[in-house]
């Protein structure tokens, strides 16, 4: 699907006291910037922002920043942020692919993955974001203790999600659903997305994975 350019987003994710201009310079002074020693969380490809905002107003004391690539999309984050104007919270429009560019190392706490695109074309693999070469990028910004967490209503891309971590020499599963509403414990607060109320509405299952590093 192409998406709908809207005009002046650009100019807008420019000015927004929200959106991050040129992150790259807060490499390794992340928390600085922000003004506290909080953890930091991401979300990587945050979409409209509803699951990244949903979760800071629940938690106050965790730092949050959402990335999109996309200005048309990031947009519409924007404009909900300035109704709620939640203080935890910024965004970055940026390719995740410049992510060791952004963060040092560990510097991250805890990175979420929410119904990413497929990519679903072999050749494309490695720009799955649940792809070996991107669980090299985490790896190199996240903190030792720090997880991955993956949902998604895409069953070809979870099983290659899957395959890819029980592959690595440096991630294992800490858990994984392929039903994840019927599931007790990983639902246990799930906060869902637009597009999980969406997809699950229509009777499709949500899965989901936790993943982290392996100690030496």
């Not at 004391?61 to 104007?85: C, F, H, P, W």
């Not at 910004?141 to 020499?169: V, Y």
């Not at 597009?195 to 009777?203: A, C, M, R, W």
Request: glycine share 6%; proline share 5%; charged share 25%.
């Amino acid at each position: 699907m192409r998406l709908r350019n809207i005009p002046g987003a650009d100019a807008v994710i420019a000015e927004s006291p929200y959106c991050i201009q040129n992150p790259e310079s807060n490499k390794g002074n992340w928390n600085a910037f922000i003004g506290n020693d909080n953890p930091i969380h991401i979300e990587i490809g945050m979409g409209k922002g509803r699951f990244l905002m949903d979760l800071a107003a629940a938690n106050p004391d965790i730092n949050y920043i959402g990335i999109e690539r996309y200005t048309s999309v990031l947009l519409r984050a924007v404009q909900k942020m300035q109704e709620l104007q939640l203080p935890n919270v910024h965004f970055l429009c940026i390719d995740a692919a410049t992510l060791p560019e952004i963060f040092e190392k560990g510097e991250v706490a805890q990175i979420y993955l929410n119904f990413s695109d497929p990519w679903p074309k072999d050749r494309h693999s490695k720009r799955r974001l649940t792809s070996h070469v991107f669980l090299d990028r985490y790896d190199s910004i996240l903190a030792p203790e720090g997880h991955l967490e993956f949902k998604t209503d895409n069953r070809g891309l979870f099983d290659f999600s899957l395959e890819e971590i029980e592959n690595s020499s440096t991630w294992y599963l800490v858990a994984h659903t392929f039903d994840l509403h019927h599931d007790a414990r990983m639902n246990q607060g799930n906060i869902m997305t637009e597009y999980e109320e969406k997809f699950s509405s229509l009777g499709n299952p949500i899965c989901k994975l936790i993943a982290a590093r392996k100690t030496s």
